[in-house]
């Protein structure tokens, strides 16, 4: 088992740890940018409690933490009164406070939803009295002429002004979650793969509180070797359904993977571009649709667009895992998403291998794109919930179970953009949650 121990140069350096130290009050299941964050407040909450998280690959924020297009949303789109309009606002606020604390760059770009055709006109309103019900700050409608104003090379009839949005490095900001946890006296294991959970046979003989130790997480690395620990915390991302499912809770929703590939502009091509600038999005989908965003190294990335993916965590176009395969094609949810979607879904997929097709859709928003401008880029994949009945989970959720091992753990079940902005607020949430429930 290897605790990192080095930060300095990135997280490269293991130290082995001996596995009787390898008992805890609260484990915490996944080391993306909600598991870190949850984790950080908990400490913070509780500094005499010993916390783990526990990680499956050698770094922290390696899946979708690691691979997104680092922008701290602003809180326009999601329903009034959801957890996600909630979090979001909140959390853009505290990311900006942290970044600020902490000396983490990021930029206060802005971001511009513009209409290119009348029909997305109405959309484009409601976007905005959206954005204006969940306190979103600075919003206002432009016109031809501002956009042009803001962005020289694009064209749009109106637009809808974000000026709080701001773009960052997500991994960065999860590596200093990771720092200051550990600095609180956290322990973060890595190459460990949470494989099954079970309540010990009996409890510690040592311990003085018979209950404290007497659940073990049993992991892979290596091979069958155990640490106890009173409660589990999962923010497990691509894997969560699996995570409740092994700890006897629900299944469902289950996730389902959506693969987003980005173009990269040449960077001779990125005046092109000086903000965020998004389309007015499809209303039947989460997704914001393909979109123009600056990186903090000064790359301007083109998309993603949203394919069913054939591997949970496959980042290229061909990826194929036969179980991750299984298993959603087994799930009706998944056939009832795809019967409706038949034509949208047939349309991704041809534009995931046709790049001409997708800076197609790029020219509705600066005509001077071409496709010897742009070059294939990353890839990250969403983890997105269904319901059985083919739903989309639109919000953040939340939620544990009922018997031995149910009761003593909570799962972050859905946590989709815009969990990583919203993380802080997410994580404040989570360790309100996890203190009522294992009354911490
Ligand atoms: C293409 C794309 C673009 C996005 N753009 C944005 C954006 O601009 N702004 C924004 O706010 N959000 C964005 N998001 C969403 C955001 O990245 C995610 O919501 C956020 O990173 C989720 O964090 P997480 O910690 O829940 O999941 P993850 O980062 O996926 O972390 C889960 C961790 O759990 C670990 N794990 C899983 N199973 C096990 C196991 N059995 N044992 C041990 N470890 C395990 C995994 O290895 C992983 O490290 C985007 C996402 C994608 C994919």
Redesign the pocket.
Known sequence: MYEICEYATGYVAFKVIPLFTSSFDVAV???????LAAARELIQRHPSLAFAV????QE??????????????SGIYYTPGSLKAKLCVQGAALCYKYCDQKGIPYKQCGKLIVAVEQDEIPRLKALYERGLQNNVPGLKLIGAKEIKEKEPFCRGLMALDSPYTGIVD?KQVAQSYARDFQEAGGTILTD????NMEMAKESSAESEDGDKWNFNVVFCFPQGEEISCGHILT?????SD??SQISGCSPEPRIVPFR?DYLVLKPEKSYLVKGNIYPVPNPRFPFLGFHFTPRMDGSIWLG?NAVLAFKREGYKLLDFSPGDFLDAVTYSGLWKLVLRNVSYGLGELYRAFSISAQVRQLQKFIPEVTTSDVLRGPS????QALDTEGNLVDDFVFDGGSGAVGSRVLH?RN????????SLAIAAAIADEAQRRFQL
């Not at 946590?415 to 919203?422: D, F, I, L, M, V």
């Open positions: 299941v996944g080391a993306g940018i909600v598991g526990l990680e499956k690959e922290p924020a390696h899946h979708q933490s690691g691979h997104n297009s680092g922008v701290i949303h997500y460990f793969e949470v494989t923010c497990a991302g691509l894997h699996r995570l987003g993603p990250g994949v969403r983890a972050v946590a989709p953009s815009p969990a990583a902005t919203s």
